[in-house]
Structures are given as structure tokens and as C-alpha cells.
């Protein structure tokens, strides 16, 4: 079965600092990724996604994700992060013919402090 | 335009009532899931529509679990005879078909069970 392995849980950093959040897959065919990201009370949203092509995808509000098949890793980086970057970030997978659900990683949550 | 919309935004039960959960997807979107969302479980696949297809129901965690969609819009997410662990908070997602398209998330709806 796929699933999806988000390895920081809490981030904390400060205002300008550069992040990496880790996101790992199980599956051995091809994917869609997606990195999606939860504000305080509102709804997810889709930060940005990789279906094929270049595996540097850019998204949303300076951010971006590398797809890595060697390592069934995309990571979500932003060089210099902001307060309003604080939200939980969720990694997730769907397998083209696998009816479209989306498997979650288990979310990291991160604080920015001004 | 209108997003994803669902309703009650907060439902609070007792243990071993019915509830029902609605969701609006946006017009035009083929393609409705469910998912649950929890602080045990993250967000995990329930439920997905696509058009007339016969609907993926493969994360429905129990048979007290079903949902109907009906004329391929207004989608009902019907829990019996609640438990405490049904506590979570319902999502709504649409996509204008199924496979990997972006999907687009309602509120969602948080069900306690008392």
C-alpha cells in the first residue's frame, strides 16, 4: 500500500531562515505529488504540485519542492520564510489510475516566529 | 467563484445517534471525495465520486459509514450509530475529474461524539 512519511512533525524558526521539510512516498510507479498547506482556521490549499517534467516544481508564495525518483523523496523548501508562512504542511500522493484519492503524509506544523 | 461549501460547520452528538454531513462541491466538478481528519490519524481517504462510475469506498473505516451523491452534485456523508472515535473533522474535496487533478477542499465539518 502507498503511504507518505513527513519527518519533522514541529518546525520552529525564525523570520528569514531557510526551510527544508522532508516528505518520502512508498510506491513504485509513477506519482503525483502534491504539498498542501493549512492556515490557521481556513481551508487546505494546494501550495504546488509535480506531475512530470521538470522535477523542480515552483508554487505559491516563494515556494518550491524537488522531486527526487531515486529517493521517492519531494521536499518542500522556501529560501527565507516569513510570520505568514506559520500553517501546517501536509505532503501527499496520488497514483494516476488509483481513482484520484490523495494519500496524506502526517503533517508538519510550522511556526515562524517574527 | 464559489468554493467547495459544507454544512453544519460544527455538529455535536451523542454516542449512537445518526449524523448526517453534507458537502457542495464547485460547479462543474465531476469528482467529490471525503476525507476525515484527526489528531490520531491525520487525513485519511474516505470516499470518492466520479460521474456516473460506481464510487471508490475503499476508506470507509466501518459499515456505519456511507454517502450517496446525488444528480452527480450535493454529496451526503452519513455516520450510524456514532462512537467517540467518529470525533473528527469531515473534509469536502472537489476536482474537475478524477486522477490527479487538484482537488479543492471545503471547512469542513467537526463532529464530536459525546
Known amino acids: 500500500a502507498q503511504s507518505v512519511s513527513q519527518h519533522n512533525h514541529h518546525v520552529i524558526l525564525s523570520e528569514a531562515a531557510s526551510l527544508e521539510l522532508g516528505c518520502n512516498y512508498s510506491?513504485?510507479?509513477?506519482?503525483?505529488l502534491f504539498w498542501y498547506v493549512q492556515y490557521p482556521g481556513q481551508h487546505l490549499q494546494l501550495l504546488l504540485k509535480?506531475?512530470?517534467?521538470?522535477?523542480l516544481v515552483k508554487g505559491i508564495k516563494g515556494f518550491e519542492a524537488e522531486f527526487i525518483k531515486s529517493k521517492f523523496s519531494f521536499n518542500l523548501r522556501k529560501p527565507s520564510v516569513q510570520w505568514s508562512d506559520t500553517a501546517e504542511y501536509f505532503c501527499?500522493?496520488?497514483?494516476?489510475?488509483?481513482?484520484?484519492?490523495?494519500?496524506f503524509g502526517q503533517g508538519t506544523t510550522l511556526q515562524v516566529k517574527p | 467563484g464559489a468554493g467547495v461549501s459544507q454544512s453544519p460547520s460544527n455538529k455535536v452528538t451523542e454516542k449512537g445517534k445518526d449524523v448526517e454531513l453534507r458537502c457542495d462541491p464547485i460547479?462543474?466538478?465531476?469528482?467529490l471525495y471525503w476525507y476525515r481528519q484527526s489528531l490520531g490519524q491525520g487525513l485519511e481517504f474516505l470516499i470518492y465520486?466520479?460521474?456516473?462510475?460506481?464510487?471508490?469506498k475503499s476508506g470507509l473505516p466501518s459499515d456505519r459509514f456511507s454517502a450517496e451523491r446525488t444528480g452527480g452534485s450535493v454529496s451526503t456523508l452519513t455516520i450510524q450509530r456514532t462512537q467517540q472515535e467518529d470525533s473528527a473533522v469531515y473534509l469536502c474535496?472537489?476536482?474537475?475529474?478524477?486522477?490527479?487533478?487538484?482537488?479543492?477542499f471545503g471547512p469542513g465539518t467537526r463532529l464530536t461524539v459525546l
Open positions: 474535496a472537489s476536482s474537475t475529474s478524477g486522477g490527479g487533478d487538484t482537488q479543492y
Open positions: 510506491y513504485g510507479g509513477t506519482v503525483n
Open positions: 509535480y506531475f512530470s517534467g521538470d522535477p
Open positions: 501527499a500522493v496520488n497514483a494516476p489510475g488509483n481513482t484520484g484519492k490523495l494519500i
Open positions: 460547479s462543474g466538478h465531476t469528482a
Open positions: 465520486f466520479q460521474g456516473n462510475s460506481a464510487p471508490d
